[in-house]
């Protein structure tokens, strides 16, 4: 007999939590912690002494229009995340139901998805590219010419252009998650409705949709931060332009350390960002409590 | 039953619908696929077919000049470390949490959890000069690094798995006289490979697209990856859309193959993991 099994308990929680938890506390609290400290001074990433300057990013942030407004530019992204979770719920209902080709359907609509981001953005750049895009030229095949546009080129257009190609990639993953609870969801339940002369669209509204609402509340936070941090495909595809109008608050900040050295603002910003997805999360979850009152 | 069905024209609504939402999938990989086989002489008009489809041409100048080769095998190196770091860290982890009752629990699932919502670009304004610290920047250690740390997804998932593992199977090999390490490894780990299979193909995906990381912690050309090789191939060939096509059909396939023959383990992860977060 080795060592007693209470010892071995202890050497157990030290040895296997060990690693884990410095790697956890090195790379996402020590640099939340920091950030935090840093976001009141003006450090430029390179010298070894700090000012502090208490506040004035924050004021920064919030006064100047050229940091916070480009909020604005995020809310077609908003706008899509909603349209996809509405539509998402929509073809998670059709491959719900009894229909043929349900499975290839499935794998087609989330094959987005698992692409590479970065190609899949370039593989936009030439679905939207002015000249020789194939969304202007099937516009064109199609007759209409007078719908044909600067997709990635027109400062109005450029963020709903963007926001469609996430829509595009994500609207299958959204729809699995959805898929998940609806077959979650007991047939007998319906069976029930079905006998008390329920149809479809009651049983749709009645029945199926209060039970996704957590579901909904899920993907509606994953939407929400999600268009909060857009970052990748504006990064790519546009670098912010044109003329700054497809920047978002992230591709700000990570300019704002990394090209303008200004550490101390971009950590402030970095906070902000991140208080933004607590307070979407914590209003969420208040509201689910609500509904688990009621 | 049938003819009922077909007659019905809310079943009929649903197949357009799907049809239309396949076409938009489709479109920008078929109008890829078809420009990547065109040489330089053929028709730039997007939905023009190439001459042959037997044309590589443009796929043996990508290989040549966008470091094809060395993208994938950094992206490979870098995948198999963490994940069998990764996947460790992560079985440990949840071993202690699930059979091994201690003050404190809560809080550390409570410390993965809220790691979760922190969205990774932010913080690298600091992990930067951290990295830069610690002598790993412009290595494959850097995401190697920030890749390998077990995540609340795998430790929720995990801790689903063992709790349906029956206690007796522990108490059993106790009675063996087994020390825990070895439950852990010779009776645990093995009962979560459907768990792990699943978290591997995840990750690996993850990995595969990810860009800023490499992008941000490795700019030397030989460090190149999926994301940054292809990233740096376009800017340097503006509008050559038969040789970006080619690149963007390349950095595709594995992943797309990989879903396919494994969709089974990927939707289980997806639905798992969001029912649980």
Request: aromatic share 14%; hydrophobic share 50%.
């Amino acid at each position: 007999m080795g060592t007693s099994y209470a010892r071995q308990r202890t050497m157990i929680l030290i040895t296997f939590l060990f690693i884990p938890l410095v790697l956890l506390g090195l790379f996402t609290y020590y640099p939340a912690v920091r950030l935090l400290y840093l976001s009141f001074t003006s450090w430029d990433g390179i010298s070894d002494t700090v000012q502090f300057l208490g506040l004035d990013n924050y004021k920064e942030i919030f006064t100047n229009p050229d940091l916070f407004g480009v909020f604005l530019h995020q809310i077609p992204y908003v706008l899509g995340g909603i349209l996809q979770n509405i539509i998402a719920i929509l073809f998670a209902v059709i491959l719900n139901s009894k229909i043929k080709g349900r499975n290839l359907f499935r794998v087609l609509l989330f094959v987005p998805y698992i692409m590479n981001g970065v190609a899949v953005a370039f593989m936009f750049q030439y679905v939207f590219d002015t000249e020789n895009g194939s969304l202007n030229a099937l516009l064109g095949m199609l007759g209409l010419q007078s719908l044909q546009h600067s997709w990635l080129g027109d400062t109005s257009l450029v963020n709903f252009s963007l926001a469609s190609v996430s829509f595009w990639r994500y609207m299958g993953y959204t729809m699995i998650i959805y898929l998940g609870a609806l077959q979650s969801i007991p047939g007998d339940m319906y069976e029930a409705a079905t006998i008390d002369g329920a149809n479809r669209f009651q049983s749709l509204w009645h029945l199926t949709l209060p039970n996704l609402t957590q579901v909904i509340q899920l993907n509606m936070f994953l939407t929400l931060s999600g268009a909060l941090a857009v970052f990748d495909l504006p990064f790519v595809l546009t670098k912010g332009g044109p003329v700054g109008s497809s920047e978002t608050f992230l591709l700000k900040t990570t300019e704002t350390a990394f090209t303008f050295n200004n550490y101390g603002l971009a950590s402030a910003m970095s906070i902000v960002l991140l208080i933004f997805t607590i307070v979407i999360l914590v209003v969420q979850n208040m509201a689910i409590k609500r509904k688990g009152d009621a | 039953m049938t003819t009922k069905r077909i007659r019905d024209p809310i079943e009929w609504l649903k197949y357009i619908l799907l049809g239309i939402a396949s076409l938009v999938v489709l479109f920008p990989p078929y109008v890829v696929v078809l420009n990547a086989f065109k040489g330089p002489d053929e028709s730039s008009s997007p939905f023009a077919l190439p001459a042959s489809f037997l044309n590589v041409e443009n796929f043996r100048i990508v290989f040549d000049r966008a470091d094809i080769l060395q993208a994938f095998s950094n992206t490979f190196i870098v995948i198999a470390v963490s994940l069998v770091g990764n996947i460790v860290f992560g079985t440990m982890v949840s071993y202690a949490l699930a059979r091994i009752s201690f003050k404190g629990k809560r809080l550390i699932l409570g410390l993965f959890l809220f790691a979760s919502i922190i969205p990774t670009i932010t913080t690298q304004v600091v992990i930067f000069s951290l990295i830069q610290s610690l002598g790993v920047f412009n290595t494959l250690f850097a995401p190697i690094l920030l890749f390998i740390g077990a995540d609340v997804l795998q430790i929720t998932i995990y801790l689903q798995f063992i709790r349906n593992i029956p206690e007796e199977l522990d108490e059993s090999a106790m009675i063996d006289g087994a020390s825990l390490f070895r439950i852990y490894a010779s009776i645990i780990f093995p009962l979560l490979s459907p768990a792990t299979v699943t978290l591997v193909i995840l990750k690996t995906i993850n990995i595969y697209n990810e860009l800023y990381i490499p992008f941000l912690y490795m700019p030397k050309q030989k460090l190149v990856m999926v994301s940054t090789s292809i990233m740096r191939f376009a800017s340097n060939n503006q509008a050559q859309w038969s040789y970006i096509c080619a690149t963007i059909l390349i950095i595709m396939v594995p992943t797309v193959l990989l879903y396919l023959f494994l969709q089974r383990y990927i939707f289980a992860g997806v639905t798992n993991g969001a029912v649980k977060g």
